[in-house]
T-cell receptor, first 112, second 114 residues
Framework: DQQVKQNSPSLSVQEGRISILNCDYT??????FLWYKKYPAEGPTFLIS?????DKNEDGRFTVFLNKSAKHLSLHIVPSQPGDSAVYFC???????????FGAGTTVTVRA | GAGVSQSPSNKVTEKGKDVELRCDPI?????LYWYRQSLGQGLEFLIY????????KSGLPSDRFSAERTGGSVSTLTIQRTQQEDSAVYLC????????????FGPGTRLLVL
């Protein structure tokens, strides 16, 4: 069963605008969430994470928001740049777990 | 510094043949993970090694799949009697903490079973 869902397979955004990627989860035991970025022919690279004790974490142009009651998180990229074009995976795990559950990914295309 | 490396980068094999995929984790990382990504899917957990503890094999899809980790470093994932549904990208990751360390991924091995 898919415990982490990214319902938008793709997103196209103009350079300089905001990219918003969404992720929903079903397992209430998840309390640590991560976003990974993946370029073609490369492995996923860690981007940003958030613990359930927070509702927001910011790192430069990237901000992750967590809504525990809705079991929803989002990644905001502002401003979007052409180098941000990649596949973004949402992942989650429990506090004492090591296995990550991944969503299917969202392909972001930033248009010049 | 050196990241996680995997070999081969691509593997084409015939149905029924055995394949071995190799992973070299980041030096000093005690935890090692194998995932696979089928077309259009997210990453699926396969197996986890932590130090000298017994591995967590709960994600292996069948008994045709096995993995070992020698000397706490290099790992080999073996698929026996490959089937077409085994075609996927097999990703290895390592981390430096038991449960909390960020997982760093290798570039993956693209396996195609004809």
């Amino acid at each position: 069963d898919q415990q982490v869902k990214q319902n938008s397979p793709s997103l196209s955004v103009q350079e300089g605008r905001i990219s918003i990627l969404n992720c929903d989860y079903t397992n209430s035991m998840f309390d640590y969430f991560l976003w990974y970025k993946k370029y073609p022919a490369e492995g996923p690279t860690f981007l940003i994470s958030i613990s359930s004790i927070k509702d927001k974490n910011e790192d430069g142009r990237f901000t992750v928001f967590l809504n525990k009651s809705a079991k929803h998180l989002s990644l905001h990229i502002v401003p979007s740049q052409p180098g941000d074009s990649a596949v973004y995976f949402c992942a989650a795990r429990g506090s004492n777990d090591y296995k990550l559950s991944f969503g299917a990914g969202t392909t972001v295309t930033v248009r010049a | 510094g050196a990241g996680v490396s995997q070999s081969p980068s691509n593997k084409v094999t015939e149905k029924g043949k055995d394949v071995e995929l190799r992973c070299d984790p980041i030096s000093g990382h005690t935890a090692l993970y194998w995932y696979r990504q089928s077309l259009g899917q997210g990453l699926e957990f396969l197996i986890y090694f932590q130090g000298n503890s017994a591995p967590d094999k709960s994600g292996l899809p069948s008994d045709r799949f096995s993995a070992e980790r020698t000397g706490g470093s290099v790992s080999t994932l073996t698929i026996q009697r490959t089937q077409q549904e085994d075609s996927a990208v097999y990703l290895c990751a390592s981390s430096s903490q038991i449960s909390g360390g960020t997982q760093y991924f290798g570039p993956g091995t693209r396996l195609l079973v004809l």
